[in-house]
């Protein structure tokens, strides 16, 4: 394939993902619960506001869009079926997919409402609850991967998958990835109470945008995590790219039903969640990763 | 690539521009999809002040927290190469971080204020 028709298949793999995970989150949702945030962005008509800023209100929703895209270049989907085996890989993914949050916090402030202005404090200290924990998360798999490349984590686990391993690192990538992907209990940058937020300053092409960014985001967590702990295109019978849709959305899945059964929780609430009980689980994890390859038990060396 | 002599590296992150400079063109699309839909006027106050954010401490911690998470990732790439000396080194630096962490906490640097 030509580089340009496989960075187009990266671009199409991640509408066709979002497009995919905006229709199953519309399964979870609750009659009375908050919506989703790629739920509430008004498609049928643009918005001038007064006070915004010529550049960065439009230019949020191409940055988080952007990152979401450019994390997608790394996510194995089967043998041959991966944009590109960047050598750092996990590393990049954690650095690209922050991007979002860049996007909002551009457009949040760009769009000079009190609402949008607030939901651009709120997704920053989102942004410092969630990135210790998952970055702990995922050294854990690194360790026993003895590699940052999607492609070697996925071979390391052809014997045994990372969740059996690791299990206080996956569930410290799902709060975590919750968090990261603002789904319920963490989606204080995007509620109802502040209009949405950014989404309430957004429409029309915007708002396409941010539905695009805001489904991607949770896709791509969810593929992550695949990869980290799943095995990722790994499985019997099936080819690559199908163990690769199941585990995703099945984890998916999971996320939005353990997150849905919680009450939500305020920014406060969820940083000292994060420093309090994630980030000490997370330092202990990786003693524990490393005593247990110590001990001998994980992937032998290749 | 097969058949170019240019780098792995050249041809990786070109690929990873490539991919950055198509997701601009979907979002000039987007926009062009859009030009005739009907558009609306919000007047909201303007909110570009000075605001008083409750989480000053976690971002003065977390600077430190996030460089010393990256030290992390190599040392994690090698570990099970080197074996229980980067263990043991790793022992120190993860008590050093849970010794400032609870410092923190204990000086009350973990509240909403």
Known sequence: MGVIATSATVLAALGVGAALTWALERLFLQPRGEPGPAHTADLGRNLDIANSDRWLLPAGPVVALAGVALAMVVVPFGPDLIGRDLGIGVFYVIVVIDFVVLGVALAGWGADTPDSVEACYRIIAQLIAYVVPLGLAYVGVIMMARSLSTVAIVEAQSGLWFVVLQPIGFVLYLVTGLMQSYRAPFLEPFAVSIGGGVLGASGGWSALLWRIALAGVLFLVAAICAVLYLGGPNGPLLPGWAWMVVKTYGLMALMLWLGRAVRPLSTARMLELSWKILIPLGLLNVLLVGGIILLGIGPSRP | ?113
């Open chain 2, 1 to 113: 690539m097969p058949g170019t002599s240019t780098s792995p590296i050249l041809s990786d992150y070109g690929f990873v521009a490539l991919v950055l400079v198509m997701t601009f063109g979907l979002a000039l699309i987007a926009a062009g999809l859009f030009l005739r839909a009907p558009r609306q006027w919000i007047s909201a106050p303007p909110a570009w002040a000075q605001f008083r954010f409750g989480f000053v401490n976690y971002a003065l911690i977390f600077l430190a927290f996030d460089m010393e998470m990256i030290f992390m990732y190599p040392w994690a790439v090698v570990f099970a190469d080197i074996g229980i000396s980067a263990f043991l080194d790793m022992l120190v630096f993860i008590a050093l971080l849970g010794a400032g962490i609870t410092y923190a906490w204990g000086m009350g640097g973990l509240e909403w204020e």
